[in-house]
């Protein structure tokens, strides 16, 4: 099977009230993982690469693991390009295999991000590569960019359709209280996201896929323990599951992990590291990490997206 776009993924997902889940990958325990998860639980899964990562682990070698799991584990995947900044970035990875990017003009006003989206879906389309524009700004750090609670914007409702009609766009992440990374809210602040937004937005635009970044939910079990192994992680705090799961059956096609995997991750490398404080086979301590990630994919998939046997 070769790498494949959203599209039919999407269709399936809106259709059947359930979500697909859109893991960022850096290395190749992660890459292996997560497919591994996904792999046994016939899920569908798009597999996101941020410009930190290929800066990290360089294109070439994401794209070949990448293609190496999709060999061993035979389920639809796409490769997306997470929080594209600009053009150049966008056309890239569209050179480069990738079958979806997401082009993030959030921070610019209404007519500069509809320009700039609408140049990357042109040369996209024009590739068979599908593309994700965002409108309204989640708070949180991505990359190099902080946005703090404050300065974070919920979406209009009022300005979706036409977003959606100039750029040509395939599928719209929208900010409806979600933030980036394991810092969610607050202390103190009870979470909730605004499902009444999310209606709104999905009355505006019928059977359009919706996108949800920031959506980790930050496991306390694996908060807990970093900390019991060494680290502090006071008011790490996430998206509460059973939203979540409302929100993969709603509009909501793509729910965006990332920081759970790093936590899952840090959490079994570091306990490893502690138990044997002599342990210094890399292997050791990385297949802790990776065992920690296929556990909470399963349970991503099983227990909030919904997208087991849908591959
Ligand atoms: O939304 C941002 C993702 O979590 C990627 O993070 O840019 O540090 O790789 P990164
Ligand atoms: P989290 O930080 O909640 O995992 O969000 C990741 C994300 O939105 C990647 O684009
Ligand atoms: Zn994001």
Excluded: W
């Excluded at 990290?56 to 490769?79: C, F, G």
């Excluded at 502690?274 to 909470?296: C, H, M």
């Amino acid at each position: 099977m070769a790498l494949v776009t959203t599209t039919e993924m999407f269709q399936k997902a809106y259709n059947g009230g359930y979500a697909i889940g859109a893991f960022n990958v850096n290395n190749m325990e992660i890459i292996q993982g997560i497919t591994e998860a996904a792999g046994k639980l016939r899920s569908p899964l798009i597999l996101q690469v941020s410009a930190g990562a290929r800066k990290y682990a360089n294109h070439k070698y994401l794209v070949k693991l990448v293609e190496a799991a999709l060999e061993i584990n035979d389920i639809p995947i796409s490769l997306h390009l997470d929080h594209g900044a600009d053009f150049e970035i966008c056309k890239s990875c569209i050179d480069g295999g990738f079958t979806s990017v997401m082009i993030d003009g959030s921070h610019y006003d209404f007519e500069k991000n509809i320009e700039v989206t609408k140049g990357v879906v042109e040369y996209a389309h024009e590739h068979g590569v599908v593309v994700e524009g965002e409108l309204g700004q989640l708070s949180g750090i991505e990359d190099d960019v902080k946005v703090s609670f404050e300065d974070a914007a919920y979406t209009n409702p009022d300005q979706v359709e036409e977003f959606v009609k100039r750029t040509g766009v395939d599928s719209l992440a929208i900010a409806i209280g979600t933030s980036h990374g394991a810092f969610k809210f607050k202390p103190g602040q009870k979470p909730q996201l605004r499902f009444d937004i999310l209606k709104e937005i999905e009355a505006r635009i019928p059977g359009f896929p919706i996108v949800l970044h920031g959506a980790s939910s930050v496991p306390q079990k694996y908060v807990c323990e970093i900390e019991q192994f060494g680290g502090n992680l006071a008011d790490a705090i996430g998206i509460p599951e059973v939203m979540l799961r409302e929100a993969a059956k709603s509009a909501v096609c793509k729910i965006n992990i990332d920081s759970d995997l790093r936590l899952a991750f840090t959490a079994g490398v570091r306990k490893v590291l502690y138990n044997e404080p002599d342990a210094f086979d890399p292997r050791a301590y990385l297949q802790e990490g990776r065992a920690n990630i296929k556990t909470l994919v399963s349970h991503k998939i099983l227990d909030v997206l919904g997208s087991d046997n849908k591959a």
